[in-house]
């Protein structure tokens, strides 16, 4: 029996795992096989970034033909062509305005860039007291330490002391109004005047940033409610604040928009990447910069080096090949269009489980939705695991967020597919006490 302690694995209950683990050995669209050469049907993408599927042929061909050209560059001092060709790609993308990309490797230290960019925007301009950055209940922003202290989620912060100088605003989940909400909720914009009395507290001459994320992933997906995005960022324009969207999971197409900031219509001062960004090929991130958080950092700097931050892997070869490759089939595949054509039959059937056993709510928006079960009185995940379990032993791979099950299928699903998804968890639903 091989000694498994030897890895200590990440956001898992590892003596469980050990115990039964589960090890995928291959991968082709959206199915993996595991060791016992069972095939899974992937309803998350991986962990919400394969929006390709797994082993898109084009992504997996500019890897291999990068790797034997050149698989690393220094970061510092240094280019290559490559990672202006993704900068280019991603301004593509991009809202209006948001013109200027640095790379890093993952969502979380793109958070903390951004975090970073928000501070250093506000001394340059002379407005260091300006070191409050606001986030909000709930919320998930990576695991560094920036990333925790703004985000809302206890587990998370729980072991952890000496964290950043922070405040928070309400949480935008509201199911005594709007469960069972198909989309966009109706109800709770007002939720958005918290934000002016943290203001009012603290002083806008303090606070340099919020930042939040469009669509909450981890928290189980919370879909913000009509008008509430607009509220935010009139707030944050009128007392001069940086509003950052963190867009690690809604960014590159997850809401049939290129990006979540296109969907509702916002304009951001900063924009957080990563996931989707290579689908899950290759570790990276990118923060997309507004035109005035640039100018007033590099242009306006008075040190040769304008920003002192940056990463061993940031623009990484192979992590640009994968990523132009990606980009380029979300247009030439027409994918972002995809998730759009798809979404109505997600939603019927995601909401068809509304009357299954325990279900208390339903969310859903894009390619992303969550069903929340009820807890059990003495052990609120239990259900949640239950379900996770029995879904992969039928061959369905869910995300359990405590007792609520998300899903983020990849955008190359079809219908069949998405069917027989949703079929197995009513399925296993209907059977779990």
Known sequence: MKNREVLWKAFTANRDFNNEP?????????????????KILDGVAGLWCCNLGNNHNKVVDAIVK???????????QIGHNLELELAEEIKSLSPDGLNHVFFTNSGSESVESALKMALAYQKALGKGSKNIIIGREHSYHGVNFGGISVGGLVNNKR???NLLKTCHIPSIIDMERNAFSRGV????????????????????????????EPIAGAAGVHIPP????????????????LLIFDEVITGFGRLGTPFAADKFDIQPDIITTAKGLTSGAMPMGAVIASEKVYEQIVNKSKTPVEFFHGYTYSGHPL???AAIATIKAY????????????????????????????????RNIGLVGAIQLSPRVDNVGKRGKEIFELC?????????????????????????????????????????D
Do not use: W
């Not at 509430?228 to 604040?241: G, H, P, Q, R, V």
């Open 66 to 76: 990068q790797a034997k050209e050149m698989y690393f560059s220094p970061p510092f």
């Open 392 to 432: 992969y032993k039928r061959g369905v791979l869910i995300r359990p967020i405590a007792d609520t099950i998300a899903l983020s299928p990849a955008f190359i699903i079809s219908k069949e597919q998405l069917s027989e998804i949703f079929d197995v968890i009513k399925e296993v639903i209907n059977t779990v």
């Open 159 to 161: 072991d952890y002391n």
């Open 22 to 38: 589960k090890i995928f050995v291959k991968s082709e669209g959206v199915y993996y096989t595991n060791e016992d050469g069972n």
């Open 226 to 241: 009509k008008g509430y995005l607009k509220k935010i960022e009139k707030i944050c324009k009128d007392n001069d604040i």
């Open 319 to 321: 992590a640009c090949s």
């Open 331 to 362: 247009k030439e595949e027409k994918l972002i269009e995809r998730v759009a054509s798809l979404e109505d039959f997600f939603q019927e059937q995601i909401h068809s489980l509304k009357n299954c056993k325990n279900v208390i709510d339903i």
């Open 185 to 212: 909720p109706e109800f709770g914009s007002e939720k958005a005047d918290f934000l002016q009395d943290l203001i009012n507290l603290h002083g806008s001459e303090n606070i340099a940033a919020l930042i939040i």
